[in-house]
């Protein structure tokens, strides 16, 4: 199984990025996919999810209104859009599978290497 992540990269506060998690190896429809982001220093957190069908997103307080989680699963991929983006996002940007539905990191079927976003002031 690999999920790879891509698009992170270095953007002005205020600016926009999209995230990509590309999956192989599992039958992906079946999994809810999460976005985690690590900063240096800090503990893994919760960024958002979403369904295997794509019905139900959930995000973090801190990003709710800002990013939209979304998934195209012919193309065995989920997306992050990220808008409005603050030095405090600045982070490693991780996917991660579940069959179930979670916002927990410590549930997490499956990893990808993560994705560095900078966002300058």
């Known amino acids: 199984v690999q999920l790879q992540a891509s698009g992170g990269g270095l953007v002005q506060a205020g600016g926009s990025l999209r995230l990509s998690c590309a999956a192989s190896?599992?039958?992906?429809?079946?999994?809810?996919v999460g976005w985690f982001r690590q900063a240096p220093g800090k503990e893994r957190e919760f960024v958002a999810t979403?369904?295997?069908?794509?019905?139900?997103?959930s995000y973090a307080d801190s990003v709710k209104g800002r990013f939209t989680i979304s998934r195209d699963n012919a193309k065995n991929t989920v997306y992050i859009q990220m808008i409005s983006l603050k030095p405090e996002d600045t982070a490693v940007y991780y996917c991660?599978?579940?069959?179930?539905?979670?916002?927990?990191?410590?549930?997490?079927?499956?990893w990808g290497k993560g994705t560095l976003v900078t966002v300058s002031s």
């Open positions: 979403i369904t295997w069908s794509g019905g139900m997103t």
């Open positions: 991660a599978a579940d069959l179930y539905y979670s916002d927990s990191p410590t549930t997490m079927d499956y």
């Open positions: 190896g599992l039958t992906f429809s079946n999994y809810a």
